[in-house]
């Protein structure tokens, strides 16, 4: 992805750049500067899993990952997931989407089902993924606890959660999902946001030298 143009300050000259003296806030180093690509790779996230299944809540915390992970979710909509969104008979789920997007309905596998039906047994409310205190985990908190994995993963720089989501994104579309169909799994209400994901796909040009 082409970097932005640096800004050019305007600062006189001889004025400290991080100066706090007259009011002004240090600046903050851009995305580009902290980390190299804004997704995971499918070994990465992996990696995560493995990390997420070694805790005292490890059931609930592989589950998280994996779903975000599967259904391209952002951390508000993995947290705000209820079990009336759930049909286990059918084996589906309602993606209630956020910031404007497209809700859908996406299959379960089994390894979703067996465990989400192990933490209904113990469920004290609506949500599918509880505190401690019984409430919903917040999407701060699992901020933080996916960070706390990614440094015990050791993949070397800082993870977010939604970098689950651009794996997701990538991850099919390296698997053949036209963009249409790939837009509709990640609720895009336009295409021009789901475009990023097939356009970076190797798989266009695969066997192009035979």
Known sequence: MPKLSKVVSLRPTGTPSNSTVSGTVPNRKANDETRTRSHLTEDEVEKLLRVAKDGRYAQRDHLMVLMAFR???????????????????????????????????????????????????????????????????????????????????????????????????YALANKGMDTRSLQAYLGHASITHTVRYTEM?????????R
């Open 71 to 169: 259904h391209g979710l952002r951390v508000s909509e993995l947290c705000d997931l209820r079990w009336n969104d759930v049909d286990f008979k059918q084996g589906t789920i309602h993606i209630r989407r956020l910031k404007g997007s497209k809700d859908s309905v996406h299959y379960l596998e089994s390894d979703e089902t067996r465990p989400l039906k192990s933490l209904k047994k113990g469920a004290n409310g609506p949500y599918l993924f509880e505190s401690e205190r019984g409430g919903p985990i917040s999407a701060a908190g699992f901020r933080k606890q996916l960070a706390r994995w990614g440094e015990k993963a050791d993949l070397g720089f800082p993870v977010n959660p939604h970098m689950l989501r651009h794996a997701c994104g």
């Open 201 to 209: 796909s190797p798989t266009r040009f695969k066997n192009i030298w």
